[in-house]
T-cell receptor, first 115, second 107 residues
Framework: KAGVTQTPRYLIKTRGQQVTLSCSPISGHRSVSWYQQTPGQGLQFLFEYFSETQRNKGNFPGRFSGRQFSNSRSEMNVSTLELGDSALYLC??????????????FGPGTRLLVL | DQQVKQNSPSLSVQEGRISILNCDYTNSMFDYFLWYKKYPAEGPTFLISISSIKDKNEDGRFTVFLNKSAKHLSLHIVPSQPGDSAVYFCAADNLFFGTGTRLTVIP
């Protein structure tokens, strides 16, 4: 099976702009989770989508949003970008039957730089 | 507020010896703990997990121990190999992650 893919891999934006990141899960996986990784902060959970519905949400402002399509592909959007949004954004997929309490398979990430 | 903490940013071990990576958590309601390892320019990959109803899980060279009373888990790698050199993250319910420990195995 093909792994989790994320596009684009690298992105440079300026403050105030918005950005959309895309994630294609492993075939058959219905859950997609998004994480933000910044130096010294580890991975911080953004949200999880399962069958097109947001099932879990982390503690991020409303500028961070996502959605999931019927084919389980997911997009994450960040509006009104701030310098602090510069990070590696990771997407992970799983079967989803146990919520987030199951092995997740991560994509390579999208590295976002906000100038 | 970090609910999962890895207090050692780095660890160096000689090849063939044991590597012990530690993780502490604050919430006794966490149900499932996982370890992931991450190589540069790649996403994390799953290594081993443990349910809160167990205190030990073993998979080949990797063993995870869970001490619920101390809210502490540890990952043991025996014997350590140079290919194990990576950043290791512990996670609780895949909702809270530690900041990672960089393991270097010296040949």
């Amino acid at each position: 099976k093909a792994g989790v893919t994320q596009t684009p891999r690298y992105l440079i934006k300026t403050r105030g702009q918005q950005v959309t990141l895309s994630c294609s899960p492993i075939s058959g996986h219905r859950s997609v989770s998004w994480y933000q990784q910044t130096p010294g902060q580890g991975l911080q959970f953004l949200f999880e989508y399962f069958s097109e519905t947001q099932r879990n949400k982390g503690n991020f402002p409303g500028r961070f949003s996502g959605r999931q399509f019927s084919n389980s592909r997911s997009e994450m959007n960040v509006s009104t970008l701030e310098l602090g949004d510069s990070a590696l954004y990771l997407c992970a997929s799983s079967d989803g039957t146990s919520g987030t309490r199951e092995t997740q398979y991560f994509g390579p990430g999208t590295r976002l730089l906000v100038l | 507020d970090q609910q999962v903490k890895q207090n050692s940013p780095s660890l160096s071990v000689q090849e063939g010896r044991i590597s012990i990576l530690n993780c502490d958590y604050t919430n006794s309601m966490f149900d499932y703990f996982l370890w992931y390892k991450k190589y540069p320019a790649e996403g994390p990959t799953f290594l081993i997990s443990i349910s809160s109803i167990k205190d030990k899980n073993e998979d080949g060279r990797f063993t995870v121990f869970l001490n619920k009373s101390a809210k502490h888990l540890s990952l043991h790698i025996v014997p350590s190999q140079p290919g194990d050199s990576a950043v290791y993250f512990c996670a609780a319910d895949n909702l809270f992650f530690g900041t990672g420990t960089r393991l270097t195995v010296i040949p």
